[in-house]
């Protein structure tokens, strides 16, 4: 598990040498340190003696997107025609901000971004009048919709605290009127949605494949994310069973997002 580490603030010789014991985030903090998220491999005694500093503090590390993100603090990120901020950041035209929460969806993991790109390309081309996002966690995908100019969304989960996240997330962004919330998975809802987004993994996303299909309308499109490359013909087979057809797809650091459409 990687750890927190606080030194004095670094030249820029010290702290390439930082990077080079393999810090995987580093900044700059108000107090005029120097913060880091270290592998655990890495001890602080080798970090100490390696720069000449001395260690301030050492402490666990937060992680973000189910354990699947580490960073030391969140930061803003521009992805699909959105800007993602952290919550004490100004809202403006075409920004999100979220809450520093535990629920997943901060805009840092990779499937999150693949959707965040395939929901602008949607939109762009013809904005559905509503969206279901089944799996919402925070909201992020819901409110990208939301933001890029779909009327109306629908989140679904079945963790309670992503309920209360999606929920305060939509608030702080005056969405709240806009956004649905619905504690349960795609059983939880009747009706068929223009657009249907699943940011989960593979495992769920077989096992819920006749639930989602259900819920997409005529001509319809259905976005699935979370899918590794050697699980995408498993994946991408199933929903073809089901009468979909992949018409689009694309890849980042080793997973797919998928967006197929309604045979019907």
Do not use: K
């Amino acid at each position: 598990m990687p750890y927190r580490i606080d030194l004095p603030a670094l030249d820029d010789r010290a702290f390439d040498r930082l990077v080079g014991l393999g810090a995987l985030d580093v900044e700059l903090t108000t107090e005029g340190r120097t913060a880091a998220l270290m592998p655990d491999r890495v001890a602080p005694d080798e970090i100490s003696s390696a720069l000449g500093v001395t260690v301030l503090g050492v402490a666990p590390a937060e992680d973000r997107d189910a354990g699947s993100v580490w960073v030391l603090s969140p930061r803003p990120v521009r992805v699909g025609g959105v800007t993602i901020v952290p919550a004490h950041h100004q809202s403006g035209p075409g920004t999100i901000r979220l809450t520093d929460a535990r629920a997943f969806g901060t805009g840092l993991h990779a499937t999150t971004t693949l959707c965040l790109q395939t929901i602008h390309d949607v939109v762009g081309h013809a904005p559905p009048s509503t969206v279901l996002d089944v799996g919402t966690g925070s909201g992020v995908l819901a409110l990208a919709a939301l933001t890029l100019g779909v009327p109306r969304a629908v989140g679904l989960d079945i963790d309670p605290d992503a309920m209360t996240a999606a929920a305060a997330n939509a608030r702080l962004n005056d969405l709240g009127s806009r956004l649905h919330l619905v504690h349960g998975g795609p059983a939880a809802v009747i009706g068929a949605w223009p657009l249907v987004m699943a940011n989960l993994l593979t495992g769920p996303l077989l096992e819920l494949a006749p639930e989602l299909v259900r819920r997409v309308g005529h001509r319809g499109q259905l976005l699935l994310s979370g899918i590794r490359a050697s699980t995408r013909s498993e994946v991408e087979n199933a929903y073809v069973r089901w009468g979909m057809q992949c018409i689009a797809s694309s890849a980042r650091d080793g997973w797919l997002a998928l967006l197929l459409q309604a045979s019907w």
